[in-house]
């Protein structure tokens, strides 16, 4: 009977290792296969304006940024990584759609072929390479790197919004004077964490000191889409919408922004920023802003921005906001879209990226950068 046990244990053990070794080559087929298939991909005519990603991290949905914008200014995109980078990507919800670009492609050559490429990782090489550091939050203003500013949603990013919102930032009137939509999940946006690293209001604490201070003649939450436009179609000053309740996508969304003349950047889950207040700008909204000294370079109060401070300060300034001509309004917002030209169309990041005066990127990952913030206090 022990012998038998003896057989059945070794039997199972061994099974098991051909089982995993299985999984191995599978996992090693599919990554070859799509290889091949992102290979021929490469358009050849391209090798004068390549641009090369070593990477060991996913730095996710900002990875998918970067890679966007390079292939949005005429470049061919390739990137080199270890299988379980390449797979942490192909899973991940936003990153995994770089694989679908038109320009994109995977190497396995870790040092490029053409001299002419440019070579950007996120370690060390005995290569001339632009170096990436995911300490995003170490400085305000890093002297000697340049930190990439946030974009769209993935969403609208890979939409037809990214640099077409601009042409049309001037042409609807604005019926709003100071809108905000976007998700207001207590469990998420009530992030305690968020104001002891950065110092900011959270979400909910903005939306709900608004809410106790200006009344139903000033002030909309709508319930629904259709009270939604109702608010833009009646003029209120100041809607304020969950954007997760009543959602509204693509060109609707960026149509509200650009009837609306400011917009409240409420805070993320754990960092200051957050996509919508980009998109926002690109509308020629103007930002209504506790962490304007987040932005490369920092945004001005009454020249790009009003900037507030804290709870008193923040009704200070929408009362300010809501009392403002609108030749004032409209100088803001040329700021605006000036600022905007020049720091966050994907063209200026380009530019950035590749000037030598800096010594590295610094790109966001969230909570790995976060991390890397605390790890230096």
């Not at 039997?11 to 995993?20: G, S, W, Y």
């Not at 100071?178 to 968020?194: A, D, H, K, M, P």
């Not at 889409?225 to 959602?247: H, R, S, V, W």
Request: charged share 20%; proline share 3%.
């Amino acid at each position: 009977m022990n012998t038998l046990k003896k057989l059945y244990t070794i039997f199972k053990t061994k099974v098991k290792r051909l089982l995993n070794q299985a999984v191995a080559i599978k996992l090693h087929v599919l990554f070859i296969l799509m290889y091949l298939k992102l290979l021929g991909k490469h358009n050849k005519k391209s090798d004068n304006n390549v641009v090369q990603f070593n990477l060991k991290h996913n730095a996710k949905r900002y990875l998918l940024t970067i890679i966007q914008y390079f292939l949005a200014n005429g470049y061919h995109v390739k990137l080199f990584c270890s299988r379980s980078l390449f797979w942490s990507i192909r899973s991940d919800l936003y990153s995994k759609k770089i694989f679908n670009s038109v320009g994109f492609s995977i190497t396995l050559r870790e040092y490029p072929k053409q001299k002419q490429t440019v070579l950007i990782a996120d370690y060390e090489l005995n290569y001339e390479a632009i170096y990436i550091s995911y300490n995003y939050f170490s400085s305000k203003e890093p002297k000697k790197a340049y930190r990439v500013p946030l974009s769209f949603h993935p969403e609208n990013l890979l939409g037809e919004y990214l640099e077409t919102s601009l042409i049309n930032s001037n042409k609807s009137p604005r019926n709003v004077k100071l809108f905000f939509i976007g998700n207001l999940t207590s469990e998420f946006y009530q992030n305690i964490q968020l104001k002891k690293s950065f110092d900011v209001m959270t979400r909910m604490e903005a939306i709900s000191a608004i809410c106790e201070n200006f009344d139903y003649t000033k002030l909309l939450v709508p319930n629904s889409i259709k009270q939604l436009y109702k608010g833009f179609t009646d003029k209120m000053e100041i809607i304020l919408c969950d954007g997760k309740a009543n959602p509204v996508w693509n060109r609707d969304y960026f149509r509200l922004l650009e009837q609306s003349d400011f917009f409240l950047a409420a805070s993320g889950v754990i960092i200051p920023q957050c996509h919508n207040i980009i998109e926002a700008m690109a509308a020629g909204c103007i930002p209504l802003i506790e962490y304007g000294d987040w932005f490369t370079p920092p945004l001005e109060h009454n020249v790009n921005a009003v900037i507030f401070k804290g709870t008193e300060d923040l009704i200070k300034k929408i009362k300010f906001i809501l009392m403002l001509t609108e030749y004032d309004i409209q100088k803001l917002r040329l700021g605006v879209l000036k600022y905007y030209e020049n720091n966050l169309t994907s063209k200026s990041v380009i530019n950035q990226v590749l000037d030598r005066k800096y010594s590295e990127l610094h790109l966001n990952s969230e909570g790995y950068s976060v991390g890397l913030m605390q790890e230096d206090v």
